[in-house]
């Protein structure tokens, strides 16, 4: 006689409404790119649409990375995770070697071997969470004594901010340790580890904005707008322009105007206020709905997963697509100093939008299988 699971079809319902959600991202962010970059693609490469071609390409390769992320098993699977961390700290190293090693914008991030060029910092936003994950999930209970408990996990977050840093990739850097914080802290690390992280986090933070005089000049620009017009502060002021010329409903699909000439680079980092120009407030409402969606579905996951490492997947990654777009936000709108983080799913480039459709297919791993493939870690050996 069949037997109608509720749960299990209401779990289903949920996954299906996070694929409907990572898709509707995807495309959005698909036509956002068209209309922000035809301009700038049609006069540097005399093809309005090189860089929505690139994108789809990158498109397909991330949606067939996020079935399979969607669908491996992740317990089985752990023991590969070590390996893949240590494969993407080599990678970030090789960002320093001459002749593989790229340097662009004044930052040594880029890997480079005959056409093909590789971000390693975004390697790291997969193999990092999933490594963290993979260790606290293994000292579950153990968390509150630092030598047993948490000193590995800190040595390692501290070695790939180290990686990262020395990229000149600061914002990345910075944007890897917080969540990592996080992902210590839904693991249930103790607070007086987090006031002792801070009280060594804050100052050193600021010691090394002043090592780089342009972070130095993105932070006097922030403080006071009207500073260097014309330099540091030109892109994050048409970008406010931008983003306060769209009004309530837009100017429409295409018909924006900024992108054409007054914000340098808008197809990458500032893509967001080429958005917000031709859909106004009503696009911003739905940007914030669609987001709002997939985090609460990844939270939802993580809280019904019955394994703390699924948990802690699920949590991290969630955590990680919705505070880099948060991020990116705040930096275009001029809430925050200028950093090179990309919009989730919007901005150009292939690093940046096959990772995120990775972390997607994780997450949703774990909404599928909040109990099932996922097992204990007591047989999960070695760091």
Same mark, same amino acid.
């Given at each position: 006689?069949?037997?109608?699971?509720?749960?299990?079809?209401l779990?289903q319902k949920t996954?299906?409404?996070f694929y409907?959600?990572?898709?509707l991202?995807l495309? /959005?962010?698909?036509v956002?790119? +068209?209309?922000?970059?035809y301009a700038?693609?049609?006069? %540097?490469f005399?093809d309005?649409?090189?860089?929505v071609?690139?994108q789809?390409? +990158?498109?397909a #390769?991330g949606?067939?990375l996020f079935?399979i992320a969607s669908?491996?098993?992740?317990?089985?699977?752990r023991?590969f995770i070590?390996?893949? #961390?240590?494969?993407?700290?080599?990678?970030?190293g090789?960002?320093?070697?001459?002749?593989v090693?790229?340097? &662009? +914008?004044?930052?040594s991030?880029?890997?480079e071997?005959? /056409?093909?060029?590789?971000?390693?910092?975004?390697?790291?936003?997969?193999?990092?969470?999933l490594y =963290?994950a993979?260790l606290?999930g293994?000292?579950e209970g @153990?968390?509150s004594?630092f030598?047993?408990?948490?000193l590995i996990?800190v040595v390692i977050?501290? $070695?790939?901010f180290?990686?990262?840093?020395i990229?000149?990739?600061?914002? /990345?850097?910075?944007?890897?340790?917080f969540?990592?914080m996080? !992902?210590f802290? $839904?693991a249930?690390?103790?607070y007086?580890?987090?006031l002792?992280?801070a009280a060594m986090?804050?100052?050193v933070s600021?010691l090394?904005i002043? /090592?780089?005089?342009?972070?130095v &000049?993105?932070l006097?620009s922030? =403080?006071?707008?009207?500073?260097?017009?014309?330099?540091?502060? %030109?892109?994050?002021n048409?970008?406010?322009?931008?983003? #306060?010329?769209?009004?309530f409903?837009?100017?429409?699909?295409?018909e924006?105007?900024r992108?054409?000439?007054?914000?340098?680079e808008?197809h990458?980092d500032?893509i967001?206020s080429a958005y917000?120009?031709?859909?106004?407030?009503?696009?911003?409402i739905?940007?914030?709905? $669609?987001?709002?969606?997939?985090g609460f =579905?990844g939270?939802?996951?993580?809280?019904?997963c019955?394994?703390?490492f699924?948990?802690?997947?699920?949590a991290g990654?969630t955590?990680?697509?919705?505070?880099?777009?948060l991020l990116?936000i705040?930096?275009?709108?001029?809430a925050?100093?200028?950093?090179?983080?990309p919009?989730?799913f919007?901005s150009a480039?292939?690093?940046s939008l096959v990772?995120? =459709? !990775?972390?997607?297919?994780?997450?949703?791993?774990?909404?599928?299988n909040?109990?099932g493939? !996922? @097992?204990?870690t007591?047989d999960?050996n070695g760091v």
């Amino acid at each position: 006689m069949y037997h109608f699971d509720a749960e299990k079809a209401l779990n289903q319902k949920t996954v299906h409404l996070f694929y409907i959600c990572v898709i509707l991202l995807l495309g /959005t962010g698909l036509v956002t790119l +068209y209309s922000a970059s035809y301009a700038f693609a049609q006069r %540097f490469f005399r093809d309005g649409n090189y860089f929505v071609i690139k994108q789809l390409g +990158y498109s397909a #390769a991330g949606v067939f990375l996020f079935v399979i992320a969607s669908r491996i098993n992740l317990e089985k699977n752990r023991k590969f995770i070590m390996p893949f #961390a240590v494969f993407a700290a080599i990678l970030c190293g090789l960002t320093l070697v001459p002749g593989v090693g790229i340097e &662009r +914008y004044g930052a040594s991030r880029w890997i480079e071997i005959g /056409t093909f060029s590789y971000q390693p910092s975004e390697m790291v936003k997969i193999a990092f969470p999933l490594y =963290l994950a993979h260790l606290l999930g293994k000292k579950e209970g @153990n968390l509150s004594n630092f030598y047993s408990g948490i000193l590995i996990p800190v040595v390692i977050t501290s $070695l790939f901010f180290f990686l990262i840093y020395i990229q000149n990739n600061f914002s /990345t850097a910075v944007f890897i340790v917080f969540n990592a914080m996080i !992902i210590f802290f $839904l693991a249930g690390m103790r607070y007086r580890y987090f006031l002792a992280a801070a009280a060594m986090i804050i100052p050193v933070s600021i010691l090394l904005i002043f /090592t780089k005089e342009h972070r130095v &000049r993105r932070l006097v620009s922030f =403080l006071q707008p009207q500073w260097d017009p014309m330099g540091a502060g %030109f892109q994050v002021n048409a970008s406010r322009d931008a983003i #306060a010329s769209g009004g309530f409903f837009g100017k429409g699909i295409g018909e924006g105007t900024r992108k054409i000439a007054s914000i340098p680079e808008i197809h990458s980092d500032f893509i967001f206020s080429a958005y917000v120009e031709e859909t106004g407030f009503i696009g911003i409402i739905l940007f914030i709905a $669609l987001f709002a969606v997939l985090g609460f =579905l990844g939270y939802k996951a993580a809280i019904k997963c019955e394994n703390t490492f699924g948990k802690l997947v699920a949590a991290g990654f969630t955590t990680m697509i919705l505070s880099q777009s948060l991020l990116n936000i705040a930096v275009v709108s001029g809430a925050l100093p200028a950093t090179g983080i990309p919009l989730p799913f919007f901005s150009a480039g292939g690093s940046s939008l096959v990772t995120t =459709l !990775i972390c997607a297919g994780l997450i949703a791993n774990v909404a599928k299988n909040p109990g099932g493939e !996922i @097992n204990r870690t007591e047989d999960i050996n070695g760091v």
